[in-house]
T-cell receptor
Framework: DAGVIQSPRHEVTEMGQEVTLRCKPI?????LFWYRQTMMRGLELLIY????????DSGMPEDRFSAKMPNASFSTLKIQPSEPRDSAVYFC????????????FGEGSRLTVL | GENVEQHPSTLSVQEGDSAVIKCTYS??????FPWYKQELGKGPQLIID?????GEKKDQRIAVTLNKTAKHFSLHITETQPEDSAVYFC?????????FGQGTELSVKP
């Protein structure tokens, strides 16, 4: 399998613009997680899905952030409007129910908001 | 909710020495404790994990210990090599929700 695929790998945008990050989980995995990584706050769990349904979104910082999973092979994380403090690396990860619990991470999307 | 504290934030050792990273967690219901290694520009990758019904687990040069009573667990790397240099994260999980520590940047000097 190709692993978890994220796009774009790098995004530079201006404050106020909409940003959409994309993730394709590993085929057969039924859990999908979005994490944000910054120097100050480390790896923060934003939201996770099970069978395409959002289970826990308590980590989503505010209403400017939204995530969707329209089908088992695709998820988006949207920020609208973006702010400089949203600059971070956003990771998507997936796993399947019968596994030991191991999360498989994508290579991340580095977002810079000017 | 769960809170995971990790120490130290940076660790520098000589090649061949041992490295120890420690974590504490707050939720006694957490039952799964993995360790991830993150190399520059990549996503974290699992290196070893332990469940709450086990006190210690070893895989070659890497070992993890868990003290449920004290709610802390540790990663031990023996005979460190330059390729062990990376950021290491501990995590705690309950019902599939994985919460990470702040990370430890390990530097192994040749």
């Amino acid at each position: 399998d190709a692993g978890v695929i994220q796009s774009p790998r790098h995004e530079v945008t201006e404050m106020g613009q909409e940003v959409t990050l994309r993730c394709k989980p590993i085929s057969g995995h039924d859990y999908l997680f979005w994490y944000r990584q910054t120097m100050m706050r480390g790896l923060e769990l934003l939201i996770y899905f099970n069978n395409n349904v959002p289970i826990d979104d308590s980590g989503m910082p505010e209403d400017r952030f939204s995530a969707k999973m329209p089908n088992a092979s695709f998820s988006t994380l949207k920020i609208q409007p973006s702010e400089p403090r949203d600059s971070a690396v956003y990771f998507c990860a997936s796993r399947y129910t019968g596994s030991s619990g191991e999360l498989f991470f994508g290579e991340g999307s580095r977002l810079t908001v000017l | 909710g769960e809170n995971v504290e990790q120490h130290p934030s940076t660790l520098s050792v000589q090649e061949g020495d041992s490295a120890v990273i420690k974590c504490t967690y707050s939720d006694s219901a957490s039952n799964y404790f993995p360790w991830y290694k993150q190399e520059l520009g990549k996503g974290p990758q699992l290196i070893i994990d332990i469940r709450s019904n086990v006190g210690e687990k070893k895989d070659q040069r890497i070992a993890v210990t868990l003290n449920k009573t004290a709610k802390h667990f540790s990663l031990h790397i023996t005979e460190t090599q330059p390729e062990d240099s990376a950021v290491y994260f501990c995590a705690a999980s309950k019902r599939g929700k994985l919460i990470f520590g702040q990370g430890t940047e390990l530097s192994v000097k040749p």
